[in-house]
């Protein structure tokens, strides 16, 4: 038998999609990884008094009245993955590339809430703002990021990140968004 703290559990989960997702693995897999490690980090950081940690859930531009709406198309995927109880036949169109945000989403909130190093944590980061490189200034110590410009790694080199999560890295993790 294990014991095993929540944010260890998601950790494990988070680290465990950032690889799928780097390997090419199911797309169904990772976004249950990591919407279970989200989760967990989003109680975490509001039981720690933190606001507007998720950049998906608890953005402050939503308005009120259409809060609710946007949770339930956001958790769509992720309670259609885990539930049958009220649809047991039903279908989902589900677009694979939402992944990506809630990858990023899940590693934001973590680097909040845990001072405890996770290198796909920052390999993921690094390689979004190299994906999307008008968000790289977003994001403040991304020495990942800065690594892949510098070598010119591509973010199509999905190989050189999945390496990097096996890196250890020297540095001071600490990831902020601007």
């Not at 009220?86 to 809430?113: H, Q, R, W, Y």
Request: include cysteine; proline fraction near 4%.
């Amino acid at each position: 038998m294990t014991t095993i703290e929540k944010l260890d559990a998601a950790r494990r989960n988070l680290a465990a999609a950032v690889r799928l997702f780097f390997e090419h693995g199911d797309p169904i897999a990772i976004h249950t990884l990591a919407a279970a490690a989200q989760g967990l980090v989003r109680d975490v950081a509001k039981y720690r008094g933190l606001e507007h940690t998720s950049i998906l859930h608890d953005h402050p531009n939503i308005p009120s009245e259409a809060r609710k709406e946007w949770i339930k198309i956001l958790n769509e995927p992720r309670n259609f993955f885990k539930h049958a109880n009220k649809d047991p036949n039903g279908t989902l169109e589900f677009d694979e590339s939402a992944n990506e945000v809630l990858l990023l989403d899940a590693c934001l909130i973590m680097s909040e809430v845990s001072d405890q190093a996770l290198s796909e944590l920052d390999v993921y980061i690094g390689w979004f703002t190299t994906a999307n490189p008008s968000l790289r200034s977003a994001v403040s110590n991304n020495l990942i990021g800065a690594y892949a410009v510098r070598n010119d790694i591509s973010p199509q080199d999905f190989d050189t990140f999945l390496e990097l999560c096996s890196t250890k890295l020297l540095f001071d993790r600490k990831i902020t968004t601007c």
